[in-house]
């Protein structure tokens, strides 16, 4: 016989049968959430995160005041991990360390002592090894905690309860910044003046209409703990405060220091926030070691307690400014600051919001706590009253209150029935010791009784009163103000503000390039270089196998190289970047983004104001101005929109006429301002056709006379050349007698 089969264990309700997609889809929405309200955003109340928050009142609880001796930061950390905070201990000691570093935090809120990293990017001593405590700052966020100021809940084991929200002095959503990465959304706030942002509270309290606008006359922009210059626009700024998402565009402080015999150098003093000075030199070095930026000479750094960045040029005929908007351009000297102010709400859920949203959402935070701490101190001096009173009865039936201590069994029942007392006075009058019945401990509690009384009606009139409220809000914040305030060393503004000198972009790097003479060839194969001087005989060059010349340009090497490729994008170089002529040179398609399919059609030295023609095979054209084509970009810059009827020409505007063929052979001459001139685009209509498009074109002037070239390279006039004049757009009609079979004005 088979053996009984045992039944399946009992799972303890502990197996749930669920599409898979559905799980996923459940805990991954629990872990962006947990991820999003715990880790990455900050509340915009007090500006803090959980873990920020946890590690501030753990600290308070510790007592690890300003002026008490600080305790190891292993025993923070460990409290911190222990009662609050169920991560890593690196994490938490990470934030710790954060906090108190003055290059990372523009009000540091904890005071370390030992090695808290530096601005180097070198990282902080073990634990163990330093110590911290709260700074002023820190003070001003948690004033009041013990004053049932603010929510508290349970921590993760029950076991605890932790704030949360702290009470926030001032707004240090702003003061001090933040940024974190959540699950689909992200958060990055710069530090503020906090002086200025609370100039600006005080601004919506008397004027809750002000705009952002007003706000920013006190809120200049934001103040980085590194200083630095900020270039950005009033504008952009503006937008920014107005929407809270923009950017702010930073650079380094830096002075001209003169050396011997007439040269100077740079010192940068300040670099821009979140930039690691130790970084900042290794990549100037590698832009001097790769050529990229022409003009630096050196770089060292000097710096002591104080920044000191000496930054050498390669040669003293170049100005100060050329050199370092060359090197700003090329390095983390002037970085962009990417601010996303999105922050958890009151009610904890996520929303960008602008300059003014933040201040009101902290005023409305700091009435919430001035109401609940109005409230708390308010049950406290009822209550005090209240033995108070019993307390005076003693005095006023002193006699009969010491016979029923005496003699009755019960005195507390007693007195409670032959005066009616509460329970609380009773227990208040039994334990009053005898010399607290003397005659001037009467007059102290009658005095108290007084004060207390006064208290209490003044903290009724303020509960009952909004106004009254806003009023003692300004009034605490002005007082923070006196704390935080530019007359402080913490409170003086860091960062400035400028406006980015106007200098060609292209200038820094054209300032040393030596000025000579070169000729560009290009084959048709696409193979570019450049040889020295003026290629007099191009039949001399040589190529290889199968390959002959296309372009050969008289240039200079200051000049910038333009190439028109027939999907009517233009490409730039620089020439004195381009291969020399002593081999074949390079494959332009490895300097540019051109497709095997696309043909280069024109290769000309930029000259800058220039106008050309710039025509479609569909027979539209406008006239165009160089500069507009000017792009360093490897993908180039696209100019004219290109059917799939054929490549585009183009062509000098060196004349006041146009004369266009078409590929039915009839020819049309009109002048050139009937073009329209554009950046880009696909132009006006130049030519009629019933079948196929546009030929050919040329440029010329009505005082030098047409012509064509033939096909053996010889000048051919046509005299009668207003004959073909008509209107643009039109079909035109035959070509002269003589003209080129090809239909062409110049042989292809």
Known sequence: MNAPVAPPPDNGGRILDEPLSEALSRRYLAYALSTITQRALPDVRDGLKPVHRRLLYAMRLLKLDPKTAAKKSARVVGDVIGKYHPHGDTAVYDALVRLAQDFSQRYPLIDGQGNFGNIDGDNAAAMRYTECRLTEAAQLLLEGIDEDAVDFRLTYDEQESEPAVLPAGYPNLLANGSSGIAVGMATSIPPHNAAELIDACLLILQRPSATTADLMAHVHGPDFPTGGVIVESAASLLETYETGRGGVRAR?????????????RIVVTEIPYQVKKADLVEQLADLIESKKAPLLGDVRDESAEDMRLVIEPRARNVEPEVLMESVFRLSDLETRFPVNMNVLNARGAPVVMGLKAALQAFLDHRRDVLLRRGNFRLTKIEARLHILEGLLIVFLNLDEVIRIVRFEEEPKAQLIETFVLSDIQAEAILNTRLRQLARLEEMELRREHAELTEERAGLLAVLGSEAEQWKLVAVGLRGVRKQLGPTTDIGKRRSTFELAPTIDPTASLEAYVTREPITVIVSERGWIRAAKGRVEDPIALTFKEGDKLAFAVSAETTDKLMIFASDGRFFTLPCDKLPSARGHGEPLRLMIELDDKVDIL???????GRRRVLASKAGYGFVMIEDEAVAFRKAGKQVMSVDAKGPAICLEADGDHLAVVGDNGKCLIFPVAELPEMPR??????????????????????????????????????????????RRASSGKAAPKGFPAGKRFRPK
């Open 602 to 608: 024109s290769v000309f030295a930029h000259v800058p």
């Open 681 to 726: 685009g696909k132009g006006v209509k130049l030519q009629s056709y019933r079948e196929g498009g546009l030929r050919d074109a040329r440029v010329f002037s009505e005082a030098v006379g047409a012509g064509w070239i033939d096909a053996g390279g010889r000048n051919r006039d046509w005299p009668n050349w207003r004959d073909w004049l008509g």
């Open 252 to 264: 380094a402080r830096w002075v001209r220091e003169d050396t011997a015999r007439g040269g100077w």
